[in-house]
């Protein structure tokens, strides 16, 4: 499965569900006002790449005390282009930590965990 999440999905709410072994746990793209929260993202499949949670073109969403158990990732949870995000209160387990990336065009996200950028010319740096 490529996602538990389709693209454009907006004002939904998406709590106490378990997320195994998808290539992007929680892909959202061109969705807004979402809220997901207490989810469970693990993947145990070391042959899997997967990340955690994306958001691509959205805004206002909120991502709230969910936990990413991953063993083989880039990122927790990557955003493109993506305004006014919360995400406060994920976990990860003792395998992984919280890495959130983000691209030079997402802009005013409120953001817990160890963070990166993607500048202009496309390079990842540590903020």
């Known amino acids: 499965m490529w996602n538990s999440i389709e693209k454009k999905s907006s004002n939904i709410s998406i709590e106490n569900n378990t997320v195994f072994q ?3 746990g929680v892909y959202l793209e061109n ?3 979402n809220r997901l929260n207490r989810n469970n993202i693990s993947n145990i499949e070391v042959l899997v790449d997967i990340n955690g949670i994306n958001l691509e073109n959205s805004d206002n969403n909120r991502l709230l005390n969910n936990t990413i158990n991953l063993h083989k990732y880039t990122y927790s949870v990557t955003l493109g282009n993506s305004q006014n995000n919360t995400l406060k209160g994920n976990t990860a387990d003792s395998n992984t ?3 959130v990336v983000y691209g030079f065009d997402s802009r005013n996200n409120t953001l817990e965990g160890e963070q990166y950028t993607v500048n ?8």
């Open 22 to 24: 998808n290539y992007y």
């Open 31 to 33: 969705s807004n006002n």
């Open 97 to 99: 930590e919280i890495k």
């Open 120 to 127: 202009e010319k496309g390079r990842v740096l540590k903020v």
